[in-house]
């Protein structure tokens, strides 16, 4: 059994507590957060506290709270030569105070409160300072059924900056195709299906592979038509510069791509 | 019952010809390649044909080939009068020969050979000159158990564009993801379950109110921290613009991002 105190209430320590409370292996010893408030309706399931003296003895304390209150929560932290992780996948593990062990526990998937998420499918990407605790990050990770991937902080960050692209500018340009749709009086609705297809695609194929379209297969007349389609000057930029992009990778030599006059 | 005659046999084709052969409302009359190779292996369950000249009659004639070699194909059919249809997201109805009757049964999504579809969870576009085809199109659509939508010129050429970003350029952003993965060794099918979860979520939620990341809450700091991580400066503009994008969307002032010095 792994007894664990939470920090933090936000939409990852939220989905953590859902998934520690449905394992066998793992105890809830305490939930911190300094705001009582969004806690308080777990205190018949669970040990609530807002005070950081009060905080009891477990084998991991892990911190899931906004990165640049890690450090400072850290070091407020009343007790020494425990271990205590973040779940941050750009923050240093080294910014956790050394008066106790460190690590981190980084679930590599997009949180919100509102969204269920099958756990188990979570990767966690796990790192320790001091060996001796890797295999504990583990067992923790296994007794959520979840895949632990035992990085470094190079790694992490990468995977964090890679997870830029794929998650956050992918839901812009997700964005973006809602906007197009929206000046035209088309349900957005109706791309859905594709944006799954073009996600499920690359779980059995490269994203090289994967390709297609107008850019892929340098149909220029296809994309003069759509740049003159596009009414918005940033739409246009981002069109050409994945565009080229697009050609880069797939070795099409660019011929430069005419300015068309957009409102911004 | 209806009867088809398929011209073409490359990807969309191929997942018409599946669909079609499953539905019990449609039969196909002949199916139509000019390189007669690509269909031969069918022989035995279709009239397969690489002559024009022996094209026979049929409701409907879809022609699911390239957008360039759409006009070229119309003016080559050897009959008048008849109902023909392209398959294409871009290309006017109006560049099919009106020496038939003409109609545009557009598959938003994306079908490669190898790659399996439920087809019944594609959206169908369509588009008639002559109304009274209207119906035949809708029911054809239904006999594949897809939803039909009927749609002007200028939407479906606008839902074509949409579906540029939310497919191809967000394509080109799992490359990128997969290629900052290889500079330092980590496998990319880690990012699998983060892209599935992406997709997932805009299914029930607006990608306005999906975003999260260092843009979306303005994080300086780890912005600063990724630009100097990214070693590409094609991935290094990408990131700008696209941080920038989601800033504007989420009516956060952008303060100019300094240039790092990267290869290309
Ligand atoms: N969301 C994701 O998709 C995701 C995925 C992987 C990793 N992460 C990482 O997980 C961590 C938490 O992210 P999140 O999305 O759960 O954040 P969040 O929803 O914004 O929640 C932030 C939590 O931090 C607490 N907090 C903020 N400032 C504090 C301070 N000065 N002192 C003490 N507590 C403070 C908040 O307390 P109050 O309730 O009192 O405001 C809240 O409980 C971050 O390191 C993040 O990088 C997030
Ligand atoms: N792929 C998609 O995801 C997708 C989605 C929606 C709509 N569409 C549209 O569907 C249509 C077909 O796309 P696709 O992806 O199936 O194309 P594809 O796989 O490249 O196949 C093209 C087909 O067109 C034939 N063709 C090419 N040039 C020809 C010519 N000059 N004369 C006669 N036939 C010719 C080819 O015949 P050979 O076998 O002899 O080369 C082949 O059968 C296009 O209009 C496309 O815009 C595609």
């Known amino acids: 059994m792994i007894s664990v105190v939470l920090l933090g209430a936000g939409n990852v320590a939220t989905h953590l507590y ?9 105890s809830i010893t305490q939930w911190y957060n300094r705001t009582r408030a969004s806690i308080s309706s777990y205190a018949n399931d669970v040990d609530i506290t807002d005070s950081l003296d009060k905080l009891k003895e477990a084998d991991i ?3 899931a709270v906004s990165d640049d209150c890690i450090e400072q929560l850290s070091i407020d932290l009343p007790f020494t030569n425990r271990f205590v992780v973040h779940t941050s996948g750009s923050v240093a593990m080294h910014d956790i105070d050394k008066k106790n062990k460190i690590g981190v526990f980084y679930p590599l998937q997009t949180f919100s409160k509102e969204a269920e998420i099958d756990f188990s499918e979570v990767p966690i990407c796990v790192e320790v300072y001091e060996k001796e605790n890797l295999q504990l990050l583990i067992d923790l990770a296994k007794a959520v059924n979840c895949k632990p991937h035992k990085i470094t902080t190079e790694q992490r960050q990468t995977l964090h900056l890679a997870a830029v692209f794929v998650n956050n500018f992918t839901n812009q340009l997700y964005r973006i195709g809602h906007e197009i749709c929206e000046t035209k009086n088309i349900e957005f609705e109706i791309l859905h299906p594709l944006i799954e297809e073009t996600a499920k695609k690359i779980q059995h194929m490269s994203p090289f592979m994967a390709q297609t379209g107008p850019a892929k297969r340098n149909d220029k007349r296809t994309i003069k038509r759509q740049l003159k389609l596009i009414e918005k000057e ?6 050409k510069m994945l565009t080229t992009s697009i050609k880069k990778t797939h070795g099409i030599r660019s011929t430069r791509i005419k300015s068309q006059k957009k409102e911004n």
Do not use: C, L
């Open 234 to 239: 940033e739409h246009e930029a981002i069109y």
């Open 18 to 26: 859902k998934a520690f409370s449905n394992s066998e292996n793992i």
């Open 61 to 63: 304390y892990i911190m």
